[in-house]
Each structure stands twice: as C-alpha cells, then as structure tokens.
C-alpha cells in the first residue's frame, strides 16, 4: 500500500501499524491465557495456526472474536474475520500475521 492511501478516512500506514500492534497483543493475550508457547518477539511471519502456529484450533476461535472486537472499539469498523469468505480464500489469511494483517487492509472497505 501506498504511504497516502486511506482506509476508512485514516492514512494507511497508521491504519496498518495498529493493525499489526492489535494481532500481536490478541495472539500474546490468549496464547497466554490457554498457556500456549508465546514467542518473545514476533514479527510478520509469525505464524499463528498450523505447523509451528501459536494457536490451538480452540485458542485461535477466541483470537478471532478478539481481533474483530479490538478493530471494532478502536477504529468503530466491523470486520468479520470468523466468515466463510475468509476461510475460502486459496492462500490462507490466518497462517501468520502479514497474510492476516494484509486480508483485513484488503477487504477494510468491504461490507461485511
């Protein structure tokens, strides 16, 4: 994404910084809560369910509703993450945190 390009009135690098601080803070949060192996430092490639993911299936439910409501008090935007859009997709949007930092900047305009 260009540096100028705004997602919902707000430019999207802002948008997409914040984005990445919420996926972080949910995956520590309740990895940590259903005493999961959190990684100290995590970055875009982090994965988050799968080979080598953070998330057990029943954590990464809960992560999902975690996202969307933290998406949804900070920038009052309903994404639904937890869609069968979302799971139909050919490449994976949850196996790490890029791929899903980059499907919610792609469908933010999206009424979902």
């Given amino acids: 994404m260009k540096d100028r390009e705004m997602l919902n009135g707000k430019e999207s690098s802002f948008v997409a910084d914040e984005l990445s601080n919420i996926i972080y803070?949910?995956?520590?949060?309740?990895?940590?809560?259903?005493?999961?192996?959190?990684?100290?430092?995590?970055?875009?490639?982090?994965?988050?369910?799968?080979?080598?993911?953070?998330?057990?299936s029943l954590a990464f439910v809960s992560f999902l509703v975690a996202v969307e409501q933290k998406i949804n008090e900070k920038f009052d935007k309903h994404i639904s993450l937890n869609s069968e859009r979302a799971f139909a997709q050919k490449q994976n949007p949850f196996r790490s945190v890029g791929t899903l930092r980059q499907y919610i900047t792609d469908n933010w305009d999206d009424d979902n």
């Fill in 25 to 56: 803070s949910m995956l520590n949060e309740i990895g940590v809560m259903n005493n999961l192996q959190v990684p100290e430092e995590m970055d875009f490639e982090t994965k988050i369910v799968g080979v080598q993911g953070i998330l057990d």
